[in-house]
């Protein structure tokens, strides 16, 4: 599916990915910095430019955000990703830096998966992404340890199969990390929620079908 990137004034492990025909890549504030520093020109600007010394030069499509809002610059970037129909995003640059940030970021994701998109978290050994009354599914060759944590207050009806650990229509909930540092053991496996919003931390290693 055509894919959402959305670069973020967090830390960058690496140079960024490269966009596939039909992809749209927006820089959120001070995440054009980055981009620039690897040539690669986003399709839009969004921000209230405290991160940036000077706004966007001319003819970049920009969207100035005004410095006293609800949103942060993330949550608008989002927005306008989903206005111009785009179900699954890409988030480099969302995590390091300020704990807070980091925390509102996976909020963002949570709010993804609880309106049917699909959002993916890069920090710089894992992915960070969320199932709403849904399920996660990892190749046989995935390595590594996985997380759920219960985002909603009750998770109910997870499933973790093919794990080291398996669990069985168990109940999750977000004040208890029964969920941490499960094994991947070598075949498919898959996790699970019937009802709730899991948060779901996996190794980048592992390329899942977006």
Do not use: W
């Not at 949103?71 to 480099?92: C, P, Q, W």
């Not at 995590?95 to 709010?111: M, S, V, W």
């Not at 909603?152 to 093919?162: F, L, P, S």
């Not at 990390?177 to 991947?184: A, D, H, M, T, Y």
């Amino acid at each position: 599916m055509p894919t959402c990137y959305i670069f973020g004034a967090g830390e960058h492990y690496g140079p960024p990915p490269v966009p596939a025909p039909g992809d749209l890549v927006i820089a959120a504030d001070g995440g054009l910095i980055y981009l620039e520093q690897h040539g690669l020109a986003p399709d839009l600007v969004v921000g209230d430019f405290d991160s940036l010394s000077e706004k966007p030069a001319s003819g970049v499509k920009t969207v100035v955000l005004p410095k006293k809002k609800d949103d942060t610059d993330m949550v608008a970037a989002l927005r306008e990703g989903k206005n111009s129909g785009f179900r699954v995003f890409h988030i480099y640059g969302g995590t390091g830096g300020r704990l807070d940030h980091t925390l509102a970021n996976i909020q963002c994701i949570a709010d993804l998966a609880q309106q049917g998109c699909k959002g993916y978290l890069f920090d710089r050994d894992a992915v960070i992404t969320a199932i709403h009354n849904d399920k996660l599914t990892f190749p046989a060759t995935a390595q590594g340890t996985v997380s759920a944590f219960a985002h909603t207050e009750v998770c109910t009806g997870v499933y973790e199969r093919g794990l080291k650990y398996p669990l069985t229509d168990a109940t999750l909930y977000n004040t208890y990390p029964l969920g941490v540092s499960n094994e991947f053991t070598g075949v498919l496996s898959e996790i699970s929620v019937r009802e709730g919003t899991l948060i779901v931390i996996y190794p980048k290693e592992i390329k899942l079908s977006f």
